[in-house]
């Protein structure tokens, strides 16, 4: 098992923050309402997410894949594979209805092979949900301008946070793998910069939001139903 992604995999600590897995979870509930039964919780970590969804028995069964067994993680009640999620998955081809992948891309060291991943394990007509850090809030492009780096990939972020994107970048990686129907969505959390504890939404009344306001941001997917 190559030792620095073992590194980078326990430097994220297998968790989200509160606020990202929020907008998981409504866009599970869509899911959910649009006939998915089968999902896959890709970059699982301790498991909160899959817990969650099977806590609101959203999904007929719900599998979930990381590279180390990190604490608390078997207590889920998920199906739980073990892997490098650099490799593909073996035997479970057009498996899922959805695969829901939560602050993943930006820790592995191809985004482009795993967009291809994620389009193999859907069945045709299944989703993708994933997240990453917002690399165009104004937070992150004032980090990049003082600092020259986005505020999520500084050295304290390394080797967990490895592969930074743009929304761009983003929409071609997935266009590219096969995907379709490509939208984006926001946390509408977002950290003051130098004053972290404090949020724009919290000093606008919630006015300031979407994507220059957001310290994440989720895109979402379709594999189309010809697809092989």
């Not at 923050?17 to 866009?27: G, N, R, T």
């Not at 479970?92 to 394990?121: C, G």
């Not at 690399?135 to 020259?148: A, Q």
């Not at 919290?202 to 979402?220: A, E, H, P, T, Y």
Request: charged share 20%.
């Amino acid at each position: 098992m190559n030792e620095q992604r073992v590194q980078a995999a326990l430097e994220s600590c297998g968790t989200s923050a509160p606020h990202i897995h929020k907008v998981f979870l409504s866009e599970a509930k869509k899911l959910h309402q649009n006939g998915c039964k089968i999902v896959l919780d890709f970059g699982a970590g301790t498991g909160e997410l899959a817990a969650e969804l099977i806590r609101q028995k959203l999904f007929s069964e719900i599998h979930a894949v990381d590279l180390l067994p990190f604490e608390g993680a078997i207590q889920t009640g998920a199906i739980w594979h073990y892997a490098d999620l650099n490799e593909p998955l073996p035997g479970l081809e057009t498996t899922f209805d959805a695969v829901f992948a939560s602050e993943v891309i930006e820790h592995l060291e191809n985004p482009r092979a795993l967009a291809r991943e994620w389009f193999r394990l859907l069945k045709p007509g299944g989703r993708i949900v994933c997240s990453t850090p917002n690399n165009e809030s104004w937070r992150s492009l004032l980090s990049l301008v003082t600092r020259g780096y986005y505020v999520a990939f500084g050295p304290t972020n390394y080797p967990a946070h490895i592969t930074p994107m743009l929304g761009i970048d983003l929409k071609r990686i997935l266009s590219e793998a096969g995907f379709e129907e490509i939208e984006f969505r926001y946390t509408n959390h977002g950290s003051l910069p130098k004053f972290t504890g404090a949020t724009w939404g919290q000093v606008s009344g919630g006015l300031l939001k979407g994507k220059r306001f957001s310290d994440n941001v989720i895109i979402c997917g379709r594999k189309p139903l010809t697809a092989n």
